[in-house]
């Protein structure tokens, strides 16, 4: 365990590999097989660097590196190795790379209004990728790796789960009555981010009716918090 800035923190492994390809191709969704799996060996090369270092996807890297040119090293595009990961890590700032492994600049210093996915507990290594990507109007996504070994993949979507596991939670809590409800409640209480506000609307419903139902005298009851769609939810987090 090592503890950064007060906040403590198990060793990371690198994404697994179900969850990389999944969460790359739901962020660029032309990207293709051997792109991704390009990334996959860049990944595992930045995880085995002796120092951290930061790289970022984008779909408009040329014209980025182009933009940012005063505050980042523009190179002849130049597909991403091993050798020249190693060697672009050493200089501050971020490698910029578009969505086939080819490298526009080195060194790149990233720019980007403040994000609520900010954290201070976190380094600006970190936080500058996060506030580049969240400003984006394209796709982008970056890999960073702290100096305390941290991993992160930014950004890393939740998982996708199947649509009618969440159909059938939400059509079993509208007909359940309280000896009959508990599975559905917990099973919706755990998923809540992918409800859309139709359904966030039936479960409350189903809610106000089961728990305004009578109950024994000395018997405790649940009462749960009320569901609202997510911000970010959208039907990219449903499968089937």
Do not use: W
Not at 116 to 123: D, K, L, Q
Not at 213 to 231: D, N
Request: net charge neutral; glycine share 6%.
């Amino acid at each position: 365990m090592r503890c950064r800035f007060g906040e403590a923190r198990l060793p990371q492994e690198t994404i697994g590999k179900e969850r990389f390809i999944d969460n790359m191709r739901r962020v660029f969704d032309s990207i293709d097989a051997a792109a991704i799996g390009r990334f996959r060996t860049i990944l595992d090369i930045l995880a085995q660097l002796p120092h951290g270092g930061s790289l970022v996807i984008a779909s408009d890297a040329a014209s980025e590196a182009k933009r940012l040119e005063r505050q980042g090293t523009v190179i002849s595009p130049t597909p991403l190795n091993k050798a020249l990961i190693e060697r672009a890590t050493l200089i501050d700032g971020t490698i910029l790379a578009d969505v086939n492994g080819v490298c526009h600049a080195v060194g790149v210093i990233l720019d980007g209004p403040a994000s609520v996915e900010s954290t201070p507990s976190r380094g600006s290594r970190y936080n500058s990728a996060v506030r580049y990507v969240a400003a984006a109007s394209v796709p982008r996504m970056a890999f960073v790796i702290s100096e305390d070994r941290t991993l992160d993949v930014v950004p890393l979507l939740r998982p996708s789960v199947d649509r009618s596991k969440i159909e059938q939670a939400v059509a079993g809590i509208a007909s359940a009555t309280r000896p009959t409800y508990y599975k559905f409640r917990a099973f919706l209480d755990d998923h809540r981010f992918y409800l859309n506000e139709e359904q966030c609307l039936t479960v409350n419903e189903a809610l106000d009716r089961i728990e305004a139902e009578p109950i024994e005298m000395g018997k405790i009851t649940i009462v749960t918090q009320r569901f609202k769609p997510h911000p970010s939810f959208n039907e990219s987090y449903l499968k089937g």
